[in-house]
């Protein structure tokens, strides 16, 4: 009885001592070979490879734990933990095949530094296999590769920090012709503020790497496809890819001034090397309105074309178009360095869409440096005028900035510590100056209030004196108005050189009241007066000199000078235009019409002595026997600017000459001067 | 349905040549030009040609010669060939009074037909030249073309009268 029952006992017991005794040999058995394969490991590695300890598990696998390799690839690899799930495919020949590696908390040190990760890679990942001691053959082709938390220090572009710390987790799956990756980039806190997405595949065909992605950040959703040709040895990149239409509400700028719904489509280039690609990116907005103060801006047709050169850092903006409010274009284009503290090199170019002649009507280029609420460098602004005529005023040393940072008003300060004002002629695309004028400094208070824009104080100061002004600009769909007034205080031009309407020097020290308006048509009203006016190398007046014998008037010296003159596209008028020096006396009156056609009433009174000076003007005193102190002179002018026509209306001399004087000769001398004009002209 | 092709293109013909009819019609711009008794009224078109091909040709008698073909066209009112013939006169390198009087023609045309632009822009051509008056009204040339008519031009400060056998052809002024 007791027999049978231990003999009970022990068999009851027996399966679990045959178990416990077979696991603690498996134990024992796994144990020695895992220190063996970690030994065999570390020899066949090297001393580069360094293994904190492995398991081997049936239902875990093989796991490696602390695994460090140094200078892998150009780089230092380490993971806390990479876990290999395997099956037995064959037992003979020995045959274990990886079906899952999974690497955990997996660092890369000197990544940002290196990144000598070579494509070559992505071949052998699906081809490789190792043969162990003892002939066991390692094949990998089934296998996923598995990243848990892999921290990769990497430079991204336009991030403001040089390297950053991402965390990554993706899957690489090789088991089909194609190479799959999937996975995502976890928020940083920084640069990324949600996770970022991404998902596509590899798929080699021979020396071509086909490459198909998408990406989904926030409101972005993009996706690409292209080609990697000759991936094994120098790779160049041709991959298009493009974004869905994203909701102009998605940017916060558009989301606050927006009246409009609109969107926002992205379409890109990636070209290249892949140490220095070239990102050629396209947006288009068909439509929106902004929201400006009492205004709405309405803005069609935006489109921009933007190169990014991922080694020098460097935008090229080849051009952002937009019709703004259906009358007039913009065209921005220029290169923008260091994103961050940009340094800028644009231009603006504005044209009027009613008037398609002229290549633009504005441009203003600015060069120089953008920090928060400032900019500095130089600007020119640039005016195509009429006849090919360019007017450019060029500030060098220029900053602007917001009058006070914290207002939520548009108020600037424009200061410049030169300002140089040129007045230029376009022939066969070279500039021909006609007048430069240079002024020491500009100091402008500007207000941006909607679409008006205020000059509250201008003053530019150069030649001794100032010129100061004040006025506004408004401009819209319907309207195109401006109003601004000029105020100049004894500006001491010296041999300022005037190229137009023919070649002078003149001296003198002017004032006067000058404005500016346009409503319905430009207009120009203004009185100025000049004191110690002095006129030189005046060509006509030297031909005029040379044929009386009069050298006096060659050189005319401390004039007083009064302009009243009101201008406009349709009709000028300058009512005064008088001139008082010791040689000449000038009052005058004109009126020039829109074709252009000038009208005008001279009288001029000169002096006997100055007179007498001429050998036929003394001779011609003689016969009409003149002893007046002043002769008196009232001429008539008229016909186009540049062939203008003169009669003498009244004269004493002449008057008397004619009665004395046969016609013969009146005629003789009147073909002299006429010849002498002729002269001129040629 | 092809009957109906033929009367379509038939019709569309038709309104072709009436247009063109109605406009060579309406060239009623009469200008009163003589023609040359020492020439044959019939041949005229053609001994001038024949002598404009004349190798010893002195530029200026090119240019009377030239300009006497203008005066032809005038004068058949075919303003058409008279247009075409004045924009090569203008176009030569010699420029002397033939020229003057064909910017004269040209601007006459130019208003005959409404072309404001055109006319706009002779008249400036037209008024380049400047000059002096001190004893007389106005400056006066006068030139007597190959076909005999006399033109006469009167340069005022303001306006220029141009005078064809004592008649005023054109005032041009402000």
């Not at chain 1, 052998?124 to 990769?152: H, I």
């Not at chain 1, 005029?544 to 009243?564: C, H, N, P, R, Y």
Request: aromatic share 12%; charged share 25%.
């Amino acid at each position: 009885m007791r027999k049978s029952v231990l003999r009970d006992f022990f068999l009851f017991f027996l399966p679990f001592i045959i178990c416990f005794t077979f696991l603690f040999f498996l134990s024992q058995f796994s144990r020695i070979v895992s220190a063996k394969v970690t030994s065999l490991i570390t020899e066949m590695a090297g001393p580069d490879f360094s293994l904190g300890g492995l398991s081997i598990s049936s239902a875990r696998g093989i796991r490696l734990e602390r695994v460090k390799v140094h200078n892998a690839f150009g780089f230092d690899f380490s993971a806390d933990a990479v876990t290999f799930k395997y099956s037995w495919q064959h037992l003979w020949p020995v045959k274990l095949a990886i079906k899952n590696i999974v690497m955990a908390e997996v660092k890369i040190d000197q990544w940002a530094e290196t990144r000598r990760f070579s494509l070559k890679e992505i071949r052998n990942f699906k081809n490789r296999r190792f043969k162990f001691w003892g002939g066991l053959e390692v094949v990998l082709n089934e296998a996923v590769f598995c990243f848990e938390n892999f921290y990769l220090d990497i430079s991204l572009p336009l991030d403001k920090q040089a390297s950053r710390e991402l965390t990554i987790d993706f899957c690489l799956d090789g088991r089909d012709q194609k190479i799959s990756f999937d996975g995502k980039i976890s928020p940083d806190g920084g640069f990324l503020a949600t996770p970022c997405h991404f998902s596509g595949h590899f798929d080699p065909v021979g020396k071509d790497l086909l490459v198909d992605a998408s990406v989904d950040y926030t409101e972005y959703h993009f996706s690409g496809s292209g080609i990697i040709s000759d991936f094994l040895g120098q790779p160049q990149a041709d991959i298009k890819f493009h974004s869905q239409p994203i909701s102009l509400d998605y940017y916060r700028w558009f989301k606050t001034v927006k009246t409009k719904e609109g969107q926002v489509s992205f379409l890109g280039h990636l070209t290249g090397p892949l140490n220095d690609l070239n990102v050629k990116m396209e947006f288009i907005i068909p439509s929106t309105e902004i929201a400006l103060e009492k205004d709405t801006l309405g803005l069609d047709h935006i489109s921009g074309l933007i190169n990014y050169r991922l080694r020098d850092k460097i935008f090229y903006i080849k051009q952002i178009k937009a019709a703004v409010d259906n009358n007039f274009a913009i065209n921005i284009s220029g290169k923008i360095e260091h994103i961050f503290s940009p340094k800028l090199e644009l231009r603006c170019q504005m044209q009027y869409l009613e008037q398609s002649s002229k290549q633009y009507d504005w441009a203003v280029e600015f060069q120089g440096q953008s920090s928060e609420n400032r900019l500095a460098g130089s600007a020119q602004l640039i005016w195509l005028g009429a006849e090919s005529r360019q007017y450019v005023c060029l500030l060098k040393d220029m900053s602007m900035q917001k009058k006070d940072p914290l207002s939520a008003k548009s108020d600037f300060v424009v200061t410049a510590k030169g300002l140089e004002f040129i007045e230029q002629i376009i022939r066969d695309n070279k500039e021909l100056p006609l007048q430069k004028l240079f002024f020491d400094q500009l100091a402008l208070e500007v207000n941006f209030l909607g679409k008006r824009t205020l000059i509250e104080q201008l003053t530019v100061d150069g030649y001794g004196g100032r010129v100061s002004a004040q006025g506004n600009f408004y401009f819209n769909e319907k309207e195109r108005e401006y109003m601004m007034d000029f105020n100049l205080n004894k500006i001491d031009f010296k041999d300022i050189e005037v190229f137009y309407p023919v070649y002078a020097e003149v001296s003198g020290i002017i004032s006067g009241q000058v404005s500016a308006s346009h409503h319905k048509g430009g207009q120009v009203k203004g009185v100025l007066t000049a004191e110690r006016f002095r006129l030189t190398h005046f060509n006509p007046l030297d031909k005029i000199a040379d044929f009386l014998g009069l050298s006096t008037m060659k050189e005319i010296i401390d004039a007083q000078i009064v302009v009243d003159f009101d201008l406009s596209a349709q009709e000028s008028i300058i009512e005064q235009f008088d001139f008082d020096s010791e040689s000449l006396q000038m009052r005058s009156h004109f009126n020039v019409s829109k074709g252009r056609w000038l009208e005008g009433v001279v009288a001029l009174s000169m002096p006997r002595v100055t007179l007498a000076e001429s050998k036929i003007f003394k001779r011609l005193m003689a016969i009409a026997r003149e002893r007046e102190e002043k002769l008196d002179f009232l001429v008539r002018v008229s016909g186009y600017a540049d062939s203008l026509r003169t009669e003498l209306i009244e004269s004493t001399l002449r008057d008397t000459l004619k009665e004395r004087l046969s016609t013969r000769i009146q005629k003789y001398i009147e073909e002299k001067i006429n010849k002498a004009m002729e002269s001129q002209r040629n | 349905m092809k009957t109906m092709r033929i009367l379509v293109s038939f019709l569309m013909i038709l309104c072709f040549e009436m247009s063109r009819a109605a406009y060579l019609f309406a060239n009623d711009l009469q200008i009163p030009l003589k023609s040359s008794p020492q020439i044959d009224d019939s041949f005229q078109l053609l001994d001038l040609r024949n002598k404009l091909q004349e190798s010893r040709l002195k530029p200026e008698e090119r240019n009377k010669t030239h300009f006497a073909i203008v005066e032809y066209f005038l004068k058949t009112n075919d303003l058409t060939d008279a247009q075409m013939a004045l924009g090569q006169h203008i176009q030569s390198d010699l420029v002397d009074i033939t020229t003057f009087l064909a910017n004269v023609y040209l601007y006459k045309i130019a208003n005959y037909r409404h072309d404001q632009r055109k006319a706009d822009l002779l008249k400036k051509g037209i008024f380049d030249n400047k000059f002096v008056l001190l004893f007389e009204k106005f400056q006066q040339i006068q030139f007597t073309s190959l076909l005999g008519n006399k033109y006469e031009i009167r340069h005022f400060v303001d306006r220029i009268e141009v005078l064809l056998n004592g008649d005023v052809l054109e005032k041009i002024g402000s």
